[in-house]
């Protein structure tokens, strides 16, 4: 089945450092990737769409100057948190989707800005 | 636009008993519903989704869920719960392929032994 692999799981930064992660489709080619943000005990708020080779689309609210997604290939989607601060620190977990199958999420990485 | 409203934020039920998470969704075109778990800081398992195809889903895990235009809700059963069941739930709708999916605020799903 198509998985998706994202690195780091976890991972603690300095305040004002920057930190990226990599979302890969191991098993075929995700045309459009998400970028979710989840706080504790609540859902997931969208925070980008990226389609390969296009500019991501960034909901209203997000910083796209914060959040640099990148999405140069069908297969590598990355999410760069830019001079990070402790407000940042959260969940975020990527989804890919393929055409007409769906969307399959990676397992998430854990973001602590100190 | 599209929306879904999950109904209880905490459901808790005894082991071996029937599971009902309820969601509604609002869309302005036919949906594509999903039902997802999550497991603690881990990402979201696919239980099911309904593409206008059958409107009875059977899903992973002996769950399933059923279309109801009339009633625009999508709830999801299982008729007996494990204690693996245990877990945040997530209904989720989207108004065409590959669109981005919009979620519900969550069920926590509580087994009692």
């Given at each position: 089945?198509?998985?998706v692999?994202q ?27 998400f970028?979710y943000?989840q706080?504790?005990?609540?859902s997931l ?46 969940f975020?977990i990527c989804s890919a ?5 769906g969307y399959t999420f990676g397992s998430g ?6 | ?33 999903f039902w997802y778990v999550q497991y603690?800081n881990q990402g979201l398992q696919l239980l099911?989704k ?37 877990a945040e739930y997530f209904c989720a ?8 999916l919009?979620f519900g605020?969550g ?7």
């Open positions: 089945g198509a998985v692999s690195h780091p799981s976890w991972v603690i930064c300095k305040s004002g450092t920057s930190v990226k992660i990599e979302c890969r489709s191991l098993d075929f080619q995700a045309t459009t990737m970028w943000r706080f504790p005990k609540q708020m969208l925070m980008a769409t990226s389609n390969e080779g296009s500019k991501a689309t960034y909901e209203q609210g997000v910083e796209k100057d914060k959040f640099l997604i990148n999405h140069a290939s069908l297969t590598l989607s990355t999410l760069t948190v830019t001079s990070a601060h402790p407000e940042d620190s959260s975020y989707s393929w055409d007409g199958h990485t854990r973001l602590t800005v100190v | 636009a599209q929306s879904v409203t999950q109904l209880g934020s905490h459901v808790s039920v005894s082991e071996g008993a029937l599971v009902l998470l309820r969601c509604n969704y609002s869309s302005s075109v036919p949906p594509y519903l603690p099911l309904y593409t206008s195809a059958a409107t009875l889903v059977k899903g992973i895990n002996g769950f399933e869920a059923e279309f109801k235009k009339s009633e625009t809700s999508f709830h999801l059963t299982k008729p007996s719960a494990h204690m693996s069941d245990a709708v989207s108004g065409e392929r590959n669109e981005k919009t605020t069920t926590r799903l509580t087994i009692i032994p």
